[in-house]
């Protein structure tokens, strides 16, 4: 059973920042592409950020000049910093490990942003 353990998020006002992120086994992190979604209530669960296994990262729009994903390799550990944090940015924010059709998924983290 492949486990991804999510930490941080929180509660934050509108225009702060956080930082989540995500451990991975190193067999899954050295390969995957590793991923960031979020869910809202009512709303479909959506991509934020992926980053390869060469580095090279993509962003939704609505991100963009916010949100940085990054990994440490050295602990097998993907981080999504966010900053200038909006309250429509408030969801459960999921950590996804994805290759070849195989996810493996976090249990989810909350982040809460007020107005």
């Known amino acids: 059973q492949v486990q991804l353990v999510e930490s941080g998020g929180g509660l934050v006002q509108s225009g702060g920042s956080l930082r989540v992120s995500c451990v991975a086994p190193?067999?899954?992190?050295?390969?995957?592409?590793m991923r960031w979604f979020r869910q809202a209530p009512g709303k479909q669960r959506e991509l934020v950020a992926a980053?390869?296994?060469?580095?090279?990262?993509n962003y939704r729009d609505s991100v963009k000049g916010r949100f940085t994903i990054s990994r440490d390799i050295a602990k097998n550990t993907v981080n999504l910093q966010m900053n200038s944090l909006k309250p429509e940015d408030s969801a459960v924010y999921y950590c996804?490990?994805?290759?070849?059709?195989?996810?493996?998924w976090g249990q989810g983290t909350q982040v809460t942003v007020s107005s």
């Open positions: 996804n490990a994805y290759w070849s059709s195989t996810n493996y």
């Open positions: 190193r067999s899954i992190f050295s390969i995957y592409v």
């Open positions: 980053i390869s296994s060469d580095g090279s990262t």
